[in-house]
DNA sequence: CTTTAAGCGAGACGGTACGTCATGTCTTACG
DNA sequence: CGTAAGACATGACGTACCGTCTCGCTTAAAG
């Protein structure tokens, strides 16, 4: 059930100032190819030909192939909620399931395209670690809040622990390995929260 | 002090057989090349006019573009060992700090380079795969020592553990944030080791 | 000393009639352009900015490149004098060297482009033929006063003769070669005057 | 009845040498594509796309436009040959008839282009003034072997007076009127010959 | 002791995509 | 309605690599 703009309608230049039927249109192109073909069949000239756009439109506003993958991924995910059940080890275990699900339907292909993409392209790298840290951080707020019931111990920083768990993703994700089963996240979850050690017990 | 076979004698045909002096060139060049330009001006050209070899020379012997840098990688690691120090806490830090210690040093551009790779051939994905999933395996002797010590909690699996490490330090390759310090690695561990839960102290 | 306008008033509509200011700073900037950089440099985007002028002001009175190539070369040509010394050697003579010299100080290189424009554009040949029609037949008064005078066979149409002449001017034109020496144009006048065959001595 | 090789069997390299099979239908295409279209048509992507070519085989071979239209405008051009009758007069209305009837058929069209080029290309410029020198030194035989005969004046030298003559060609390929009545040829012939002053007969 | 068969370097081939530029048309906002 | 501004779709530019090919050679193994 594709969204897929198909007006027939012929796109032009409403004046000088920027289309969004063109932005759109380009958007659209551009998450259907990455869907269809990865990263492998994307290029510029391919989301121009299908957005019916011109390549100078397309740079215009995007400076670079990393751009225009993180401007489709930021556009599909939406806002991000972190579960709040007052139960800190829920609410881990609902992070991880929501993320590799979200990964699971379209997302991920994205996403990785864009890590791949960032390999090789210093700016989109940038950008690229500019979200990982936001992300991390904003995501902290799980543990934080479990902190602040007294539940989770309050001498850490919840930042490094969520990249702990991010990069558990992460690794999935770039392995082709997000089927986890709700087993091996109660593991790690259960791990995390209850520590490896035996004299913690 | 690079390694490379400078020879000035013209290397061709040694009969019906690989000529091991073109394999070692071709791999010394295209080492150099991932060492010197990353991944971006890594291509089957520039490693051919480099090592001075014939394009099918490579194609003979490398089907993609990412076999050629999962043999380079192979090359250049030579073989992992897990310390032993009786410490399981000592041995993850060590652990962590070798690996992100070795990326720091050219292995790092070249393993980042196999991951964007494999995100867009299927082939390099399964041999990262296999990869991954073999050291996330062959570390997890760390802590199933440390279990046998009695030291570590006998209920777990050590590999998703080992993922969850090896995935943080992912992150960081592929954010450009290899520049970990020795506290945040501590505080890892030590959560990891100690629990978040306030209750398991 | 280049007479721009280079006025920093804002220049924009002054009501339903075209604006002389626009124009003039139009053919300003098209014929600095084609003096600086010939015709390779000269688009009507250049123009355009060079002039501060919208494109569609441009093409709203210019239909096409040459249509303005043109312009710029009728504007800055001004009337056209042949000399009358009495002698129709020397008129013959002061008219390549005028020819030549005007080419040489700019002319040329405005010329030149109208007549490479003129070889893909229908309306362009057109007009570049009228000119050069009527230029041949006015410059054909040099040879008419000579006949008036005696001095020149009757039996002869002029303007053929200075299609042989021009002709002469726009191959030098065309291939770069407008520092024809004095002692050449004589040679090519005496010739014509006095005739190639040996017994019409 | 156009020669073009419309051979089915797929082209591709010989080895590391030039494939005449490709620059054949290089050619043909070019030559094509100047005919039906003119120089507006004319583009190194047309001619790759026409002559089933990659546009580096075109680049590798020919580094500019003006090259191309060059190889174009010899290839078909032949060898040129000087008319001896006996007669000066009779070979250089020969030589006129002969050149204005060649551009008649085909040929003008793409010299109009090259000249046209030429105006935009310091390379293409250099080209036509080397062939248009070498040209104007060879048709100078004609001139020679009437001196030769002693039925020239001898105190000439023969290139400045076939310039005007190619010059006043030019002059009417330039301006769209190749169509010059013998008349008119016999009349340049004929002031050139005999002089145009009175007091020579 | 020859064939023969494969590997070698070289590099040309038809392609695709790159990122930039100019084209001529369009709409805006302003005067 | 004319203007400056500038976005738009289009398409050519010249370059870099892609993966395939054929060449002319070298050399070890097979006959």
Redesign the pocket.
Known sequence: MTKTSMDIT??????????????T??LDAAEEILRESGLG?????????R???????????W???AALLLDVYHRQKGETFYADTGDTRKDLVAFLEALLGFWRTNGGEIFRSIIAAAQSDPEALIALRDYAVTRCRSSGVILARGQARGEVRGDFDPEPIMELLSGFCWNRLLTGRLEVSPGEIETIVDALMGGLSSTSR
Chains 1, 2, 3, 4 share one sequence.
Request: hydrophobic residues 35%; glycine residues 8%; charged residues 25%.
């Open positions: 012929k796109r032009t230049s409403i004046g000088a100032q920027r289309n969004p039927a063109s932005e249109a380009i069949g994307f290029s510029i000239e391919a989301v121009a030909r957005a019916k756009a011109g390549k100078p439109t397309i740079y215009r506003w400076p670079s192939k």
